[in-house]
């Protein structure tokens, strides 16, 4: 990631009065949120998630906001405070917690009970506050007061931060579904308070900016669910979001109106869906929810799976499915299969891969392109510019977008009567200082993406995914040559190998002479440094591999010295 | 590719009186479109296109039909009949015409228009026949009846195919907007003639079978882009196909209402617009049209650069316009970006990260998830129903589709009353035999995909796809031995080097000490043999690596005899 602001230098010094946000992730890619404020001296950490690759990132399990400019303060934070419990926005609290496992944990009931989950799995109990929509806590000089919001996973939070230099709301992800499932509307009539005392500064939900309208309420999902089930003659399988409460909770509704039975698949669903139930987020008649073993005895119209694998990860239960490798699912020709679920960018070559082998094996599959079977968890403009109306910031941030998303929700701030000078377009890492009301662009601090790969962290850095960039799309030709490290004599070689690249093993005979060739005549020059033979015989490769088959694959030269 | 129908072998002879037909291409994947049809030992083959990899096929060019099957009866192929442009069904032309260069083109003027130009290319001058819509041709035993189509292209036709055993309709890629541009609707009235005829088989468009309903006219875009041209205070850029004749047309017919000049940007939309305009299909009035250099003399609120580059390709107009690598066009506030054009499943992270730049740099984009610019080609469920009703086929084949669409058209053509046993649900590869009114699934041919990578044809094969997955993903570890050939005694190394793992240059000094025990063990167990010593080096390296990373690297051990 480049600079849009080059001119940047690195922040001064904090000054007095001032309150410093600074987003450390979620600007520039969905993703990675994360954003730091910083008064008096102690920081507040609203949000820590991790950000999924996309195909220019092979190999990369998650990536991580960068925590470089807050590494040596870690005794400063006085809390991360979670809006809720999305990975995009939790992911990253286990490698945080990791370099300093005790600084407390702020959310809700449902958002803790998953990052809870998450790091008993590394073995971290965290220091963790429960808060409820409606209360205030004091984190050190921030003030903090807790909003309902509505969104695609139960008890969202926006979180207010007052403090000396001024009040902050900080909405996390949203929409304003009127007719929510659990009745827990966005809290539009606290955000209208608040907007009456003044607030300084927004910080909201862009993913949707540029979409025009509102989004259709979750309930009108329910429809659609029952003319599925009244149409089924064969078993159903419903994917969705393993943390999507509500959808499951009308799939569930669903099939106790047609007399079929629930078997929860996917580790993460079965273990999310018990922690909505113990917290009463989730409602089970008694009997409507079976075990693997007691659906498989019933007959075929009288099941529903509800499964992970909504995005197409082959290893998840609906992906083993499609594959034919699920343990006691086979699909077979009758079978409906339901993904009530959004397909995140960069997914759809996995999920349509999903979806066409399971029809090739015989099953009807509804997905969103064909039946309204999802609807959106975040705001589009009609419903940000409600937010904008009510709240009349007197700054405004736009986060969790990609620039075209953050473009988008600033020229909304504009229309709504936000001052132009006012909106500050951000990207990752850039320092905000708000004083005496006014928020302004005061520097830049490290931020590159922090790549996870298997046990490590940040050690994978762009050059080398570069590297497998080249590798991935080309493959290789290694060319190895043996010399005598006394006479720089060749005593052995050239061999050349390849992968990726051929499948004649009799494609690289033309380049041995060629390589000869030139070490050859380096003998005669007196070349016999190691790194000038490398260089020569790599350019000989590469000239040839490019004149005979107009490709570009890595060339490996490799001169080893006995 | 597996089979779907692993049951079925290679072909019989052909029976008399049979019409085979023998998709290459096209079912299973949107793409590499191509069917053969083979009466009486003649050939009649059906479209010739390239498929486009996805990202499980990387350094892939393009994919075309398996030829194998007529590899070795080209002589008796009577013509290729071209139903439109689109590279999906044109693109593999010169790859055939390569083994034969006199096979006829059968086409209307402007899909020959194109193909032409792309075969001068590569120095081809084919045979080529321009046929009309209402025209008859009789191509040896084929009586071939051409009908008008409308598509997103110009000039696209369907063609029906009458044998002594029977008429088979083939759609080629069709929609059916009753109040189209130019006024040439899909004829909808000879299908139906043809079908009171009797039509023993159809092959009809699956792309949009999926989705319900109708298509929009592509008229309705005007008023979206005339509102996006009032707005617009500074330079105007549109994207779209550079084959999309119709939507350029509207973009022109705007720029003259609103008082701008147009200047076509891109090879292949300055190439196609000049054939277009040149065979009165594309109508410029008088002076709207202007050079580069003129343009840039204009005021921005003057000018609109009609441009490639619609699916983010990085190296088209627009894309190096959103890099600000464009020598002419650079990105500034006020910039008015439209993408008035689909996106191809597959293009989605390359077109999303154009418009996030574009944004970026200061322009407003617009892009068909924001409005609607952009209209599908294909017919959905309610236009291919119409097209089912009046031919009322004896026998269907759903072509052009992912498995999902085949399935889908398949469920449509049994709901309008096809019976079920005669709807044949293909591969590519599989052939059908239509004897006495009667289709049948009776074979199987080879049928692999065929990978174009630089100059190579065909020796790209799944397991060395397979290498570059590894490879991308992973990187990889080369660990070098030299040994006497003589004795087997290690003599230099090992050395350790790797691309795409580690930017860490002391990363490997670990494994050097294991790999050296392990040949020392070798060499006590007397093992010399360099595989055997290959595949110890390779095990450790590899329990190294999983151990101390969690990664799986591709391996590459290398023993050099000396």
């Not at 987020?281 to 009997?287: A, N, P, V, Y």
């Not at 009510?390 to 977008?401: D, E, K, M, T």
């Not at 050690?459 to 006479?487: N, P």
């Amino acid at each position: 990631m480049s600079q849009a602001h080059p001119e940047l230098g690195p922040p001064p010094p904090l000054p007095a009065h001032c309150l410093r946000i600074t987003p450390l992730g979620g600007l520039g890619a969905i993703g990675r949120n994360m954003t730091v404020y910083e008064y008096e001296g102690r920081l507040l950490v609203v949000d820590c998630g991790v950000l999924f690759p996309d195909v220019d990132q092979p190999g990369v399990d998650v990536i991580l906001p960068d925590f470089s400019s807050i590494a040596d303060r870690l005794d400063d934070i006085e809390a991360i405070v979670l809006t809720h419990g999305h990975e995009d926005h939790i992911g990253a609290v286990p490698y945080l917690l990791a370099r300093k496992p005790d600084i407390p944990l702020v959310g809700s009931q449902f958002t803790l009970a998953l990052v809870e989950a998450k790091l008993a799995e590394r073995r971290i109990t965290p220091y963790s506050l429960t808060v409820k929509e409606g209360e205030t806590e004091r984190l050190g000089p921030f003030d903090c007061e807790f909003f309902a919001v509505n969104h695609s996973i139960p008890d969202a939070m926006a979180v207010a931060v007052r403090t000396g230099a001024g009040t902050v709301l900080h909405t996390g992800d949203f929409k304003m579904d009127q007719l929510p499932l659990d009745g827990r509307i966005t809290d539009l009539a606290g955000f209208a308070r608040l907007g009456g005392e003044g607030v300084d500064m927004l910080l909201s939900d862009s993913t949707n900016a540029e979409i025009p309208g509102f989004v259709t309420s979750e309930q009108e999902i329910r429809p659609v669910i029952d003319g599925i089930f009244r149409s089924a003659r064969g078993r159903i399988i419903v994917a969705s979001f393993a943390s999507h409460v509500h959808r499951v909770q009308q799939v569930l509704d669903s099939a106790a109106e047609h007399g079929r039975k629930v078997t929860f698949i996917g580790r993460s669903m079965v273990r999310n869906m018990g922690i909505a139930r113990d917290l009463g987020l989730l409602h089970i008649q008694g009997g409507l929810v079976v075990s693997l073993e007691e659906a498989t005895q019933l007959p075929a119209d009288e099941i529903v799976f509800m499964s992970t694998g909504s995005q197409g990860e082959p290893m998840s239960a609906l992906g083993r499915m499609a594959s034919g490798d699920h343990r006691h699912v086979k699909i077979e020709s009758g079978d409906t299969v339901v993904l009530a679920s959004s397909l995140v960018p960069g997914n759809e070559t996995s999920v349509y891969r999903v979806i066409n082998a399971l029809s090739r094996a015989g099953a009807t599959v509804i997905h969103k392109d064909v039946a309204r079977v999802h609807v959106s968890g975040h705001a589009p403009a009609g419903e940000l510019l409600y937010l904008l109306n009510v709240v009349r910031p007197s700054n405004f941030l736009p986060i969790h977008g990609e620039w075209r998303h953050l473009r988008a929700h600033a020229r909304l701030a504009v229309e709504s009567g936000v001052p132009a000078a006012n909106v500050v377009l951000c990207e990752d890492g850039d320092v905000v200082d708000l004083i005496d009301g006014r928020a302004r662009l005061v520097g830049h601090t490290t931020n590159r993406y922090v790549y996870v790969d298997g046990l490590a962290v940040g050690d994978i850095g762009e050059s080398l995914l570069t590297e497998r960039r080249i590798l991935g799309d080309g493959g290789f030709i290694a060319a190895t040559v043996v010399v005598d490290s006394v006479t720089g004599k060749v005593v052995g070689g050239p061999t050349v190998s390849a992968k990726g690249f051929s499948e004649d093993p009799a494609a690289f005979d033309p380049v041995i002479p060629l390589i000869t060739d030139v070490l050859d005549k380096a003998a005669k020059d007196g070349v016999s440094d190691p790194h000038q033979l490398q260089q020569l015989v790599r350019r000989s490769v590469g000239r040839w591999v490019n004149d005979t088959y107009r490709r570009r694959p890595m060339i490996v030269p490799n001169v080893v010295e006995v």
